[in-house]
């Protein structure tokens, strides 16, 4: 028996092939054996990134299983789906066999994500109405009333994100604004007549004959006769 050699997915346990004690072995979890006549386990090659080796004897390393979708495997020689790593909160995957979190896609602008080993953007929450997140946000807390809306539960770390109007006769261009009192009012002379305006420039003109000493008003005809 001497000259006979291991086959591709195995190798010479005994590491002499010129010797008669050989015993052929499956090339271990992790690894694949593309070439026949290996002599020792280091012979195998480690499965590449983004993939596991759950049983022994690959030969080729695309039997290596890719890690799943939402998953990724920044390092060789895995041996279980469980050494893959989860596409951390805020942030999905597309598609298997990724080998590094930069390849996970953040959550999109107004929406968050508050679980790990996402696999679609859908899979993200959108924020509640009238409020909107950075993209690759993970909690609900990311999300800020938008422009002309105040969280009407007076903080902008709560848990909870309801946003509520700025009343007729006032606006407001920032976004995160967490009291009423944060919008702005329309200035003297002139009245808001509709909810969440976000610029001065929306607020209107008492019209000529009339005045206002009074800010935020709403309506015209709470300009008062000159």
Known sequence: RTGCVCEAGEYDS???????????VSCPLGRF???RGQTSADGCSLCPAGRYGDEAGYTASSQCSLCPQGFYGSGTGFTNVS??????AGKYGTSAG???????TNCPTGRYGNATALTASGECTACP???SSASGSNELRHCLCSAGYYD????SVNPNVTCGAC???YYSGSTGRVRHDQCISCP???????????????CINCVEGRYSETAAISAADQCELC
Do not use: H, I, M
């Open 33 to 35: 054996g593309e070439n």
């Open 14 to 24: 005994d590491g002499d092939t010129s010797n008669r004690n050989w015993a052929c």
């Open 98 to 104: 990724f080998t590094s979190l930069g390849q996970c």
């Open 167 to 169: 009343s007729a006769g």
């Open 152 to 155: 009407v539960d007076g903080s």
């Open 129 to 131: 109405s009238a409020s």
């Open 188 to 202: 003297l002379g002139q009245y808001g007549n509709l909810e969440a305006r976000t610029q001065v420039s929306q």
């Open 83 to 88: 050494n893959c790593t989860e596409c951390s």
